[in-house]
């Protein structure tokens, strides 16, 4: 039962200052045991028990930019997404959350949509509110808008991939191996011409998820031409691609979608085309979203360790934050099942 404290203010007790003066405490006493303290300055147990009934009492709530100031710390990081779509970022938080521990540090989500003027602006805001790090999954073109945030002096981490030649900035990112999972996949079913479906994207771990492709074929013995990498801006259709992939005589017998959208809208142009998957083609992905789970896709891909690669990133965060001057961390997060669906089978003779 929570002792009651004798005469209870009447106005509300809003600072550490006017919580002491209401007890008649000095207000380094009262942080003290409200700060966790109260045991390594030997503050006597009623004392304890005064301050905190009196706090609990009046809902006392710590000035957090006051105390951020004392400490230097506002136990608030930034975590910058392209969208919420999806069960990614929610995934991607819970892994933070579970990485921030015990911490009491609160991410700030916010989006940028893929507009990088709106990138710069939250990125501003982030540093301006003094945030204690931040996490962002990067834009292709961002080089310029990172570099600011980390001449700021703001603790910073890539997460996903990383701008190409911005090394000197940690990263964690999920392992572009996984790509190999799903084109070795395709080979062991017999497939001998695979093309490749991404983005046109220099960032390091996209650059390495084509380099894995390629390595993949040749270790088979298979020949990786230029022909059969199709690199689309983001966002733009792969009808056409594809139509013409398809056309010619020695057409490509699997498809391997860097993202589950990709995927999905190679199974509508396959429909299209009067193709079946995967009697006539298979079409594999990685990424294991609910949409390519979905009734009616069912796709082929390679399960991500989401959580795994939010929480890699907190930790990354935390280890910049207590040492500011440490090496940068370029983390790659291993993981990643074969989960077969129906959009791989035999390559059709």
């Known amino acids: 039962m929570t002792a009651k404290i004798k005469n209870k203010p009447t106005g509300r007790v809003t600072t550490l200052s006017g919580l002491a003066k209401h007890l008649g405490l000095s207000p380094t006493t009262v942080s003290f045991v409200l ?49 919420l779509k999806g069960d990614w970022a929610h995934r991607i938080t819970q892994g933070i959350a579970e ?14 949509y893929g507009s990088g003027e709106l990138e710069r602006e939250l990125l501003r805001s982030l540093v301006e509110r003094r945030v204690d790090g931040i996490i962002c999954n990067p834009l292709a073109d961002g080089f310029n808008r990172y570099l600011q945030v980390r001449d700021r002096g703001v603790p910073l981490v890539f997460l996903g991939d990383a701008p190409k030649g911005l090394d000197a900035i ?46 993949t074929l040749e270790e088979a013995g298979l020949a990786c031409s230029r022909r059969d990498i199709v690199l689309n801006e983001p966002g733009a259709d792969f009808e056409a691609p594809v139509r013409q992939l398809l056309a010619g005589p020695d057409r490509p017998t699997a498809f391997f979608a860097l993202y589950d959208d990709i995927a999905i809208s190679v199974l509508g142009i396959l429909r299209a085309q009067g193709l079946r998957c995967p009697e006539d083609v298979s079409v594999a992905t990685i990424g294991d979203s609910p949409l390519v789970s979905a009734p009616g896709h069912q796709i082929t891909t390679v399960s991500c360790p989401v959580e795994e690669e939010g929480k890699a990133c907190a930790a990354c965060l935390e280890q910049i934050i207590q040492n500011p001057k440490r090496d940068p961390i370029h983390r790659l997060v291993p993981g990643g099942g074969l989960v077969v669906g129906r959009t791989t089978g035999p390559c059709p003779s």
């Open 35 to 83: 700060n966790g303290q109260a045991e390594a300055r030997k503050i006597a147990p009623e004392t304890i028990k005064r301050i905190l009934a009196a706090a609990e009492e009046v809902d006392y709530v710590p000035n957090a930019l006051a105390r951020g100031l004392r400490q230097k710390r506002t136990h608030a990081i930034g975590v910058v997404f392209p969208h």
């Open 99 to 112: 990485g921030l521990g015990d911490s009491k540090t609160v991410p700030l989500i916010v989006c940028h």
């Open 170 to 215: 940690s990263y964690a990112a999920w392992d572009p191996a996984a790509v190999g999972v799903a084109v070795r996949h395709l080979i062991e079913l017999g497939h001998r011409r695979i093309a490749y479906l991404g983005v046109r994207d220099s960032r390091t771990i996209s650059a390495a998820r084509r380099r894995v492709y390629r390595d």
